[in-house]
């Protein structure tokens, strides 16, 4: 947390924001405090005769509210978690940062401070992601949060009516609290559907009577009850949906608007999904008997996830993001490299071409640029005895450092004429 976010938590203005985004909260408790009153009270007690049909309707009413009160608060009290000091910038670091005179500059400083640090996120120009106001390298997945002020873990998006970052650390209890608070609503609307029924047949009589008070008023109670359920259960149906897919495919809300960008592979918002039944599990852990209990059950620290890749072992990604085989050692491959190893423009990623195999055995490269660097060259003029190179004796090599070519590739086949115009050969 930086500190000017501390120092203005700790004025006047700050504490009263504090308190203002607790309101929604208290409504929300507030809702359920008359909620249970309408009917426990008034429905249950004073409007149900039947005895048995009033301690089922209570007994399973409680099982859900308790189920819905406990993921409710297990999500506005569990704490955003806390990036770990080994991955904060020291403060001459940040000042060598800052004072950098070029992107390139501030790219190798990051680079070189996260490189054992498990970072496959990149920001869109490929650097390593860094939290100015934290001043912290910051975690797969992980984003600043301008409410809580701080870099929040897996952060899904800030909810107001939770005042709370739903997070790595809370993500299954925010589920389950949609799930529930979708159940409590739909229990309450099916038991009280009788009675609104009955009211609206009624209605006339009751006016007629002036019967609005005592149980005239009671029915009113069970009416807004009825209709209030309906209401709070439209809203969540479509978002307890929308986050059991993001479940099912390993995705947070705000990786479903923005891809996250690999270090190989760049965006791809497909990175993280190992499956439906993974995907899942990773959420909300491998034992089925704590599934639907708000207990902590989550795969992993927060720090860093598994990709797809992790599953398949012989899928890479290419620059468009699709996938190709990498059966081979490729140093290419999104997580068999080191998170940062050389820089990441060393090898452009939107040009990627790779080699073609011909029937005779040759390798052939594609007609586009290559950048070579010749460490060593063949002293000239040569004989027409030497234009037939020996690999053995060849006294050049070609690094090839970009995914660009050589117009003439006979180098390849033992037979290279490169020392009579190797500058002419690069395009």
Not at 222 to 242: E, Q
Not at 398 to 406: A, E
């Amino acid at each position: 947390m930086g500190n000017d976010d501390n120092r203005r938590r700790k004025t006047p203005c700050g504490c009263c924001m504090s308190v203002f985004k607790w309101i929604p909260v208290l409504f929300i408790f507030a809702v359920i405090g008359w909620s249970y009153y309408a009917y426990v009270v008034e429905l249950c007690v004073l409007n149900t005769e039947n005895r048995v049909s009033m301690i089922f309707m209570l007994f399973f009413y409680h099982i859900t509210l308790i189920l819905f009160l406990w993921s409710y608060w297990k999500t506005i009290s569990t704490s955003v978690g806390r990036v770990p000091d080994h991955w904060r910038i020291p403060d001459e670091e940040v000042n060598h940062l800052f004072r950098a005179d070029n992107p390139e500059t501030q790219k190798r400083i990051l680079n070189n401070f996260a490189r054992n640090l498990p970072v496959t996120n990149r920001t869109m120009n490929g650097s390593v992601r860094f939290c100015d106001k934290c001043k912290i390298i910051k975690p797969d997945r992980s984003h600043h949060c301008s409410v809580c002020s701080c870099c929040v873990l897996k952060m899904d998006h800030h909810c107001p009516w939770v005042n709370n970052c739903v997070n790595f650390f809370n993500y299954k209890f925010f589920v389950l609290f949609l799930g529930y608070a979708l159940i409590y609503c739909l229990y309450v609307a099916f038991t009280t559907l009788h009675d609104f029924i009955q009211f609206w047949q009624n209605e006339n009589h009751y006016l007629e009577q002036g019967q609005l008070n005592g149980s005239g008023m009671g029915r009113f109670h069970i009416l807004f009850l009825f209709f209030i359920s309906i209401m709070f259960a439209i809203s969540l149906v479509s978002l307890f949906g929308y986050h059991i897919y993001l479940v099912l495919v390993n995705r947070t809300t705000l990786e479903s608007f923005r891809a996250p960008v690999f270090r190989v592979g760049g965006p791809d918002k497909n990175g993280y999904n190992l499956g439906r039944y993974a995907n899942f599990c990773e959420v909300f852990g491998d034992d089925w008997q704590y599934w639907f209990l708000p207990i902590f059950t989550s795969h992993g620290d927060g720090l860093s996830y598994p990709t797809a890749t992790d599953q398949t072992g012989n899928l890479r990604y290419d620059a468009m993001g699709n996938t190709m085989n990498s059966n081979s050692n490729n140093t290419n491959n999104r997580l068999d490299v080191q998170p940062t190893d050389k820089l990441i423009d060393a090898i452009p990623l939107n040009n990627h071409q790779p080699h073609l195999e011909l029937d005779n055995g040759q390798q052939q490269i594609p007609s586009s640029q290559v950048i070579v660097n010749i460490e060593q060259t063949i002293p000239l003029p040569l004989s027409a005895e030497a234009s037939a190179i020996d690999p053995s004796n060849a006294g050049v090599v070609i690094d090839i450092i970009g995914d660009q070519s050589v117009k003439d590739a006979n180098v390849l086949n033992g037979g290279s004429q490169l020392a009579n115009g190797a500058a002419d050969k690069i395009v």
